[in-house]
Nanobody
């Protein structure tokens, strides 16, 4: 698995952004996918995750109802659709792959085996 996140940028509060996570190793369908973020001065935190088949998902309370995680295994891609963005969503966003908890995605970042390099999302008020 070789992950690369993209799609970040500078947006205004209330806008929508879709982040993409590409797997150049073309084995993404064997892993659960997680999205995490790190804001300046804060620890990296869980955002969302999806099982290997996309049927099971989990979200941080702060993003429930606004963010949606999805995957397109045919194209070895995962996505994080972010709607109604808020300034507190400003962070460096990472995608990660977990080979163990494929059916029940975990919010525990230490269980993820592979990480992308991150893409910056900045939300202005």
């Amino acid at each position: 698995v070789q992950l690369q996140a993209s799609g970040g940028g500078l947006v205004q509060a209330g806008d929508s952004v879709r982040l993409s996570c590409a797997d150049s190793g073309r084995t993404l369908d064997r892993y659960a996918i997680g999205w995490f973020r790190k804001a300046p001065g804060k620890e990296r935190e869980f955002v969302a995750a999806a099982s290997w088949d996309g049927l099971a998902t989990d979200y941080a309370d702060s993003v429930k109802g606004r963010f949606t995680v999805s995957r397109d295994d045919f194209n070895n891609m995962a996505y994080l659709q972010m709607n109604n963005l808020k300034p507190e969503d400003t962070a460096l966003y990472f995608c990660a792959a977990d080979r163990a908890s494929v059916r029940n995605p975990t919010s525990n970042q230490y269980e993820y085996d592979y990480w992308g390099q991150g893409t910056q999302v900045t939300v202005s008020s």
